[in-house]
């Protein structure tokens, strides 16, 4: 928890101990001179003194339309000052600002998204004045301008290669997993990474006006429409409050005795609403956090247990999120094993995602330590490798580098680059075509149990919305029996969808991992983000973040806050019964009003016990 967290739960947390210190006080000047009014002064002033802040915090919400549960709460402490009852007015005190504090320690940090991504951003653009390279702001930068983009660097801007050949990585903007083979032509978004090679672009856009900063306003605009979630407690109090009035109107009316009036009101302070939603809250997301998911609210707690369309990023999120070898077709006489065993080994001197997930593949299939060394390796950085194992010339890359060393062996492979999809590397061994290694983006282990469990938990609708390519996402969706599938999307058609969703009243839960998910994390009833890698800006957007690299924890975290909400919904119900119950006892005029009031304690107290089950697994 932060400073500025801890200061405001700090904050929250004085009033009620200030209470119980005047409590104290009065108790000893009691004991001190029990024939005295000392201890009566003591209360008194210690209720007006604490009180007004209550009611003034009360009276300002119901000049805005808010009728909550602190309505009956602050009329009995008005009451309470009028009629000269102290000691009953500050038990009511007490369990107001009691659970005031701990609403605000529930309600988590609000997010930071907006100030993470502008952190994000890019800062520095290396302008081309002739040969010479001049460092300016990135909101320096004006359209056609001549830019370099070092190997590791972040594109300050929309722009298109002039010069140059890398593998560039879009995968937080545009959630396609694999890197995106950059050539002169190539257009390429602000915030994709630049791999291994310098590129020499034209800036085609301002800083400003990029997709990068495109995702920042999203992001913010989201944040801002999110409608609040009224409370639990102010639900019920929607009935119950009146309910008491009409009480207290019947008592007065029959008795003239406003005691029995303030009696009633002391037993009806709705205190079980007051205090039964925030404790099984801080209770089921304390739950929550032992399965290693983080809910900052309890608003996105209670929201995860009403989700009823679950909306899922591909990339990272159902499947693993980078490539991994699909398949391997060894051109005869060459063999899988062979074929594994020599890409693999020029591969190792590479740092080029591909070239790690051929090493893990061919370590996969032949062991950890069976890749023997290559000499003599030299790599065109984003095109290609060579190297010499065990006297053989092997040759790992794309078809067009291999194409300018290899013209007959290149054109040999044109088969399978004719019928096959997606990313390849190719291999030459000795000059002779020696086969082709397919990528894929693979699914996630045990990704349908979860969808399984999430409809069991209530899920009636799922989606796939991806930033891949839409056969891509149509792939992953026919194996996984998901109808609803959109590819091709930016961030903002994202958050489009979500917005339609939810302005149409469905309660949609958004799960995703990039940074091109953040916005629609910010526009859904409930965002989930997951950071087993490291969540940076997504993680920040999002209402719960789980950080382990496990989708079946977002399946828990439904099932955590439906438990905590049904327990909560238990407590409020039976304390509302013992209070009513007490209502009428008071009424009767079997309960003077410090006596109420201690009633009123133990309610409370069976309150907390129950609502305390959420912790518990």
């Known amino acids: 928890m932060s400073l500025a967290r801890w200061r405001t739960v700090a904050r929250a947390g004085v009033e009620p101990l200030l209470c119980v210190a005047v409590l104290l006080a009065g108790a000893i000047a009691y004991a001190a001179d029990p024939g005295g009014n000392a201890d009566w002064y003591t209360w008194y002033a210690g209720l007006v003194v604490m009180g007004t802040p209550v009611v003034f915090r009360t009276v300002r919400g119901m000049l805005r339309g808010q009728f909550a549960s602190d309505v009956v709460a602050m009329l009995s402490i008005v009451t309470a000052v009028v009629l000269g009852q102290p000691l009953a007015g500050l038990v009511i005190v007490l369990m107001q600002t009691g659970g005031e504090a701990l609403e605000r320690y529930a309600e988590g940090r609000a997010s930071t998204a907006v100030r993470e991504l502008e952190a994000a951003a890019p800062r520095i653009a290396h302008r081309l004045d002739g040969e010479r390279v001049v460092d300016i702001g990135a909101e320096q930068v004006m359209v056609g301008d001549r830019l370099l983009v070092r190997a590791g660097e972040m594109f300050p801007c929309d722009a298109a290669v002039l010069e140059g050949s890398s593998a560039v990585d879009v ?3 545009t959630g396609e997993p694999l890197p995106v083979l950059a050539a002169t032509g190539t257009e390429l978004p602000s915030g994709a990474i630049n791999g291994d090679g310098p590129l020499t672009v034209r800036a085609l856009k301002l800083g400003r006006d990029s997709l990068y900063a495109r995702i920042v306003e999203l992001v913010r605009s989201a944040q801002a429409s999110k409608a609040p ?76 247990a009403g989700v009823r369309v ?42 080029h995602l591909l070239a790690r997930s051929l090493v893990e593949a061919a370590e996969g299939e032949l062991g950890a330590h069976a890749l023997p060394e290559a000499r003599e390796v030299t790599e065109a950085p984003g095109r290609g490798i060579a190297g010499t194992v065990d006297g053989r010339q092997v040759a790992v890359g794309s078809s067009a580098w291999l194409a300018e060393r290899s013209p007959s062996a290149a054109a040999s492979l044109g088969v399978q680059v004719a019928r096959a999809d997606g990313l390849r590397a190719f291999v030459v061994v000795d000059g002779v075509a020696a086969g082709v290694v397919h990528y894929a983006d693979a699914l996630r282990p045990g990704v349908a149990d979860v969808l399984a469990r999430l409809a069991a938990l209530g899920v009636r609708r799922t989606l796939l919305l991806s930033g891949d390519h839409a056969l891509n996402a149509d792939r992953v969706a026919a194996e996984l029996g998901i109808t609803e599938v959109r590819g091709d999307l930016l961030p903002d058609d994202k958050t489009r969808v979500v917005r339609e969703l939810v302005d149409r009243g469905d309660r949609v839960r958004m799960v995703g991992d990039g940074t091109n998910d953040a916005p629609a994390l910010s526009a859904a009833t409930v965002g989930v983000a997951l950071a087993g890698h490291g969540g940076g800006i997504t993680a920040e957007a999002a209402d719960a973040v789980v950080l382990v690299d496990d989708l079946g924890r977002v399946a828990d975290a ?35 009003p410090t006596i109420g009031a201690l009633v009123q304690e133990a309610i409370d107290v069976a309150v907390i016990v129950n609502a305390l089950r959420t912790s518990r697994a």
């Not at 005691?259 to 801080?282: E, G, K, N, Q, S």
């Not at 991994?324 to 590479?350: D, I, K, N």
């Open 229 to 304: 979630l009224q409370r639990l407690a102010d639900r019920y109090a929607v009935w119950f409050t009146p309910v008491t009035l009409v009480a207290c109107a019947v008592a007065w009316t029959i008795t003239h005795d406003w005691l029995r009036v303030l009696a009633v009101l002391v037993v009806a302070t709705p205190c079980p609403l007051i205090l039964a939603t925030p404790v099984a809250i801080i209770g089921g997301i304390n739950r929550a956090a032992r399965r290693q998911v983080i809910v900052r609210t309890g608003g996105a707690l209670e929201q995860l």
């Open 171 to 173: 995968s937080r903007l």
């Open 558 to 592: 439904v099932a955590i806050g439906q438990r905590t909400m049904r327990i909560a919904r238990q407590s409020i119900w039976v304390g509302l019964g013992m209070s009513g119950a007490a209502m009428v006892v008071a009424g009767a005029g079997f309960l003077q």
């Open 310 to 351: 679950a909306v899922f990023d591909k990339t990272g999120t159902l499947t693993v999120g980078r490539p991994v070898v699909s398949l391997v077709e060894p051109e005869p006489p060459f063999t899988v094993r062979e074929l594994l065993r020599l890409a693999g080994s020029v591969e190792v001197r590479s740092a």
